[in-house]
C-alpha cells in the first residue's frame, strides 16, 4: 500500500482537502503508468481528498520526446476516467499538440478535471527546462487563475515554480492555491574549492524554493514530483507561512492537508509581501 500522511482536523468548517500522489512511472507503459495512477487517486480519495496533484506526464513517463508521440487528448479523457469513478478532482498533466500557420506546436499541459470528469482549467508550462523540452516543446505565457469549491486556483508545471515572477503572477491576479505536477531530476554539485555551504542539491527545490514561493506570495503550493530513480521525490504542500504541511521523502504514497480562504488571509495578515508590493512606488 502507499504511504500515507492525514490531515491533521482544522477549526475551519469550509475548506477542501489537498494531496499530493507519488510515484514511479514507466517511460511509454500507459497502462501500467495509469494503473498506479488510479491506486494513488484511490488511495488520497479514501483519504479524504477533494483534489489530487499528480507528477508531470506521469501517464507517459516523464521523456518529453517520447510524450509528444503519444494521444495527449486520449490520456486526458482516461485521467477525467479516473476522476469521475473515485469522485475526487485530479490535476493531471499531459502533452497538448495543435497547429499554428501549418506548424505543429507542443505543449505541456496541467488540466484541473473536477470529480465529475469535466475538465474545469488548462495551463501550459511557461518555462522549459534542459536541452529535451527546449528541443520539442512549446512555450506560452503565464496561465490564468480559475475558482474551485470556494478557492481561487492557478496551476504551473515543475520550471515554471522556480522563477518567483511566476507565482507573484497568479498571485496579483488573485491565486490562493497552485497546483503543481512536477519532475525533478535528481542533481548535486559541490564546489571542490569550498565548504558545504557551496554546494547543491535538488531536493531544494521541494525544501526550500516552493515553501519561499508560498510565503512571499501567500499562498499553498501542492507540489507532485516522481519517485523513480533519477528523480528527487520530496512531493510536498507548502503554506503561505513557508512551511511544509505535508512532505512525502521518498517511494509511492499519498500526502494530504486541509485549505481555507480563511486560513490564507489570515497568513496574509501576518506577512504582507503580496499587499505591500502593490502599494504605489514600489512596483516595478
Keep these: 500500500m502507499p504511504k500515507k500522511t492525514t490531515p491533521q482536523s482544522s477549526p475551519w468548517t469550509s ?10 512511472a514507466s517511460i511509454g507503459d500507459i497502462e501500467e503508468n495509469l494503473a498506479v495512477l488510479e491506486r494513488l487517486i484511490a488511495c488520497a480519495a479514501n ?41 475526487v478532482a485530479v490535476v493531471g498533466s499531459t502533452i497538448e499538440s495543435g497547429c499554428v500557420g ?9 488540466s484541473f478535471v473536477d470529480a465529475s470528469g469535466h475538465e474545469l482549467a488548462r495551463s501550459r508550462k511557461a518555462h522549459l527546462f534542459g536541452p529535451i523540452e527546449q528541443g520539442c516543446i512549446d512555450t506560452m505565457g503565464y496561465g490564468s487563475v ?17 522563477f518567483p515572477e511566476f507565482v507573484r503572477h497568479g498571485a496579483r491576479l488573485g491565486a490562493q492555491v497552485f497546483f503543481v505536477p ?13 565548504d558545504a555551504a557551496w ?11 516552493v515553501p ?22 520530496h512531493s510536498c504542500i507548502a503554506t503561505p507561512y513557508g512551511r511544509l504541511a505535508a512532505l512525502i521523502e521518498d517511494g509511492e504514497g499519498v500526502a494530504l492537508a486541509e485549505v481555507d480562504v480563511a486560513s490564507i488571509e ?8 503580496l499587499q505591500d508590493f502593490e502599494r504605489p512606488g514600489l512596483r516595478p
Design 212 to 233: 519561499a514561493r508560498a510565503l512571499e506570495n501567500g499562498v499553498v503550493i501542492a507540489y507532485a514530483n516522481h519517485a523513480a530513480p533519477g528523480f528527487t521525490a
Design 47 to 87: 483519504e479524504g481528498a477533494d483534489v489530487v496533484v499528480t507528477p508531470e506526464l506521469f501517464a507517459t513517463g516523464y521523456d518529453p520526446a517520447e510524450a509528444v508521440l503519444h494521444d495527449g487528448e486520449r490520456i486526458r479523457a482516461q485521467i477525467a476516467d479516473l476522476a469521475r469513478r473515485h469522485h
Design 102 to 110: 501549418g506548424e505543429a506546436k507542443y505543449y505541456i499541459t496541467a
Design 15 to 24: 475548506c477542501a482537502v489537498v494531496a499530493v500522489a507519488q510515484g514511479e
Design 199 to 209: 554546494s547543491y542539491d535538488a531536493t531544494q527545490t521541494s525544501l526550500l524554493q
Design 182 to 194: 512536477t519532475a525533478v531530476p535528481t542533481l548535486n554539485f559541490q564546489d571542490p574549492h569550498r
Design 146 to 162: 480559475f475558482s474551485w469549491r470556494g478557492l481561487r486556483c492557478a496551476m504551473g508545471t515543475c520550471y515554471d515554480i522556480e
Design 266 to 273: 489570515q497568513a496574509r495578515s501576518v506577512n504582507t509581501y
